[in-house]
């Protein structure tokens, strides 16, 4: 038996108690409050109705059509005009009293600016994945925790009084880069493994019923600064209890932290009410623990360096190994195409309230209600029929339900929200299964690699998909629905050349890719025969 499972062995031991819920519940209050903040555009900076007020006191002839310039005669003679933008409107207040989009003008040149309010936030979590990452393995899980979400609760509750739309921009994305799934990984590592999957799902649940609380929220509430604030206070309650939990016992071990490992597997052993191992048993255990990460580590440098050194002849590409066979490269390029593709058809029907509903309130509740199933019945459906198929059944009715639109009329609004919401149950569903799905299919030496540039291309499409839903579809409607639909069809037929991993065991080499689709091709085989035999 490694170390490792020795320690999820003593995990097992010390089960699952009040040490282990301060983990879950904070990050599942966390993951409830961030939807608001996330998807903060959807309320704060929507697209209104308005119409060009020109200056008080010149000779305006007319205003255009689009509201975005005024004629007015500067010349003695008759009929000659001179155009003139517009710098100030009237909006329309009967859904929205105060927004960004009214406040600052984001309208006519300065409509972009909607999208980037919700794209400059996206665009920077790719940071945090990085800088997170790196900093959590080096100091410590608890340090980035409490420092990144203590930030993120300042920056959010500031950004209330900022009356620069500049500022707001950076302020959004200092946010974004903030916003690492540390607090996660930590609730992880402190799990008795048989919890794991369980825990996993729970702790997606918050963000649906956060969501659905964003659009009620919003709806009693619609002046942007207030929204912000009342949105924000929530955060400041959890930065105390951050403090109340422990470092990853795990991590503190592979450091050679070993008294303060023990001070938190005692603290762990007293509010579970469980028993430890004798003292002198913890401590070989965290010495074997530490020599066994120290060896793989040294073993996975010298072997990284080999391999970067061999493909350095080959390859310019920053990563070539994930490129260095056709399996490989196959994995790499499909895998990525469908975090893409989940991204950008996920984060496009979240912004779409405005095209597919006439009520964006009640669209986000029911988007978010949407997620529950989606989360809650992905395990067991993997369990059973495995991860590829219920992957392209997913993307296949997402395509179908939201390429249906293009052709319903929008005064059937009930017909549209339907399919808008089907369409948001499929990938709330895909998107889970996918993750699953990379993990189990990168092998050990190059899966960190793998994750890494998959992140990155779901990230690009999430920057993406806020031009899409708010500045693309009002100028072609039918554009959106065809790009996510179309999307979607793509990235499910991609998946048809990738092995099935439910009960193959995980590839640790790439040279072990050959074994999984070879095992994959036999069981497919064999099913072929078997089903043969019963229609004969």
């Known amino acids: 038996m ?3 499972n020795k ?42 109705n308005y119409t060009c007020r020109p200056p008080e ?70 940071f945090s994945s990085l800088i997170s990452g790196y900093i959590a393995d080096k100091y410590g899980r608890k340090v980035v925790v409490v420092v990144s979400m203590g ?17 707001i921009l950076a302020l959004r994305f200092f946010m974004g880069a903030l916003s690492s799934a540390t607090l996660y990984m930590l609730s992880m590592e402190v799990c008795e493994v048989k919890q794991r999957s369980v825990v996993g799902v729970v702790l997606g649940l918050p963000w649906a019923i956060g969501t659905m609380c964003w659009g ?53 052993a007293r509010l579970n009410k469980a028993t430890l191992p004798p003292e002198d048993q913890l401590c070989k255990m965290m010495n074997d623990i530490q020599a066994e990460a120290e060896m793989a580590n040294t073993k996975s440098t ?34 990525s195409l ?18 597919y509903s006439s009520d964006p309130f009640l669209y986000v509740v029911i988007g978010g209600l949407m997620e529950v199933p989606g989360y809650t019945l992905s395990a067991p459906i993997i369990s059973r029929w495995g991860r590829k198929k219920p992957i392209i059944i997913g993307w296949f009715v997402s395509g179908a339900s939201i390429l249906s639109l293009v052709f319903i009329p929008k005064d059937i609004s009930w017909l549209v929200m339907v399919l808008a919401m089907i369409g948001k149950l499929a990938i709330s569903g895909v998107f889970m299964v996918v993750f699953v799905y990379e993990a189990e299919l990168l092998p050990t030496e190059v899966r960190l690699q793998g994750v890494a540039v998959i992140f990155v291309a779901g990230q690009i499409a999430a920057t993406c998909s806020p031009y899409l839903a708010d500045f693309l579809s009002p100028l072609v409607p039918w554009l959106p629905s065809v790009i996510f639909g179309v999307s979607s069809f793509v990235a499910g037929f991609s998946l048809f050349n990738l092995p099935e991993t439910r009960g193959m065991a995980l590839p640790d080499t790439i040279s072990d890719l050959e074994e999984l689709y070879k095992q994959n091709k036999f069981s497919e085989t064999k099913k072929e025969e078997e089903l043969e035999k019963l229609q004969t």
């Open 2 to 4: 490694s170390s490792s």
């Open 7 to 48: 320690f999820d062995d003593l995990l097992t031991r010390l089960g699952t108690g009040r040490w282990n819920l301060m983990y879950f519940l904070s990050a599942g209050y966390w993951y409830l409050l961030l939807p608001g903040q996330t998807f903060s555009v959807i309320f704060m900076a929507p697209a209104l």
């Open 57 to 126: 006191g010149n000779h305006t002839v007319h205003v255009s059509e689009d509201s975005c310039y005024y004629s007015i005669n500067k010349s003695s003679l008759v009929g000659v005009e001179e155009e003139e933008p517009c710098t100030e409107w009237d909006f329309d207040t009967s859904v929205f009293s105060t927004t960004l989009t009214s406040e600052f003008g984001l309208v006519c040149g300065k409509a972009y600016l909607r999208a980037t309010f919700q794209s400059v936030y996206m665009f920077s979590t790719i």
């Open 151 to 167: 930030l993120f609760s300042l920056i959010s509750l500031v950004l209330t009084f900022v009356t620069n739309y500049q500022v």
């Open 216 to 268: 009620a929220l919003a709806y009693g509430i619609r002046d942007w600064r207030w929204l912000q604030a009342i949105s924000s206070f929530p955060f400041l309650i959890i930065i105390p209890v951050l403090f109340q939990i422990n470092e990853s016992p795990r991590w503190l071990i592979v450091r050679g932290r070993h008294q303060q490992a023990l001070h938190v597997l005692h603290r762990a």
């Open 302 to 335: 010298r072997k990284g360096k080999q391999v970067l050194d061999e493909h350095r002849r080959w390859f310019t590409f920053p990563t070539p190994a994930l490129f260095s066979t056709a399996k490989i490269r196959q994995i790499t390029i499909v895998m």
């Open 338 to 355: 469908n975090i893409f593709s989940c991204s950008l058809v996920y984060c496009g029907l979240s912004l779409s309230g405005n095209a």
